[in-house]
């Protein structure tokens, strides 16, 4: 039972969470339409914080 708690502990501590898609960047093409990019964000026990699975839209 002991062990069952520490590595539920264990896999706690050093877990990631994941929020998003969050608006990372808003620009303006050439042609005046709207360039929108939205990533996940990451932030792991380390304090760490990074993008992935970023996308692009553009609206227009």
Do not use: Q
Not at 22 to 32: A, E, F, L
Not at 43 to 52: A, C, D, Q, Y
């Amino acid at each position: 039972m002991k062990k069952l708690f520490l590595i539920f502990i264990v896999f706690v501590l050093t877990g990631c969470t994941y929020a998003g898609p969050y608006v990372t960047n808003i620009s303006r093409t050439k042609s005046g339409d709207l360039k929108v990019e939205k990533c996940m964000m990451e932030h792991n026990i380390l304090g760490t914080v990074s993008t992935k699975n970023c996308t692009t839209d553009i609206i227009g």
